[in-house]
């Protein structure tokens, strides 16, 4: 799998591109500080695995999937669509009771989609913020792509 060029804007494509978390360091681990917040992904997914359990397919956004030199943290969608009952539990918890302690100890912004929620994360990402395309003088139509990690 191969993640497309970003746009002249410094987007990937509209949509979700299917890639794994090797084309994803290949591709937006260019600098330390990108390679650091990588390497945090990685220990939140060993410890997401090792300590709860959960292995679920997963979108990477923000500006970390995009081509700014120094995005703050990986905006991390945990898509619970097809988890068991278990597993959903311990997501939503997680959701509700260790989202900052996450955000700080591993710089990932942890989100979750599920398609009775009401709000479908994976096509909100596809915006872009009203004030970077004030800033940038981009056109208010203007969309990016996520990255769906395929495991």
């Known amino acids: 799998m191969s993640i497309p060029a970003l746009t002249t804007d410094g987007f990937l494509p509209v949509g979700a591109h299917d890639c794994t978390l090797d084309d994803v360091e290949a591709e937006f681990a260019g600098n330390p500080h990108r390679a650091q917040l990588l ?81 479908d994360l994976r096509q909100y990402f596809q915006y872009v913020r009203t004030e970077e395309l004030h800033s940038r003088k981009l056109p208010l139509e203007t969309r990016k792509g996520i990255l769906r990690i395929v495991l």
Do not use: C, M
């Open 39 to 119: 390497r945090n992904l990685r220990l939140f997914l060993q410890w997401l695995s090792r300590v709860h359990a959960i292995e679920l397919t997963y979108y990477v956004d923000g500006s970390y999937a995009t081509g700014k030199a120094h995005p703050s943290d990986i905006d991390f969608i945990l898509d619970i669509s097809h988890a068991t009952t278990a597993q959903i539990a311990v997501a939503l918890s997680l959701y509700a009771h260790q989202r900052p302690q996450i955000k700080n100890d591993f710089h990932v912004d942890f989100l979750l989609y599920h398609p009775g929620g009401g709000n």
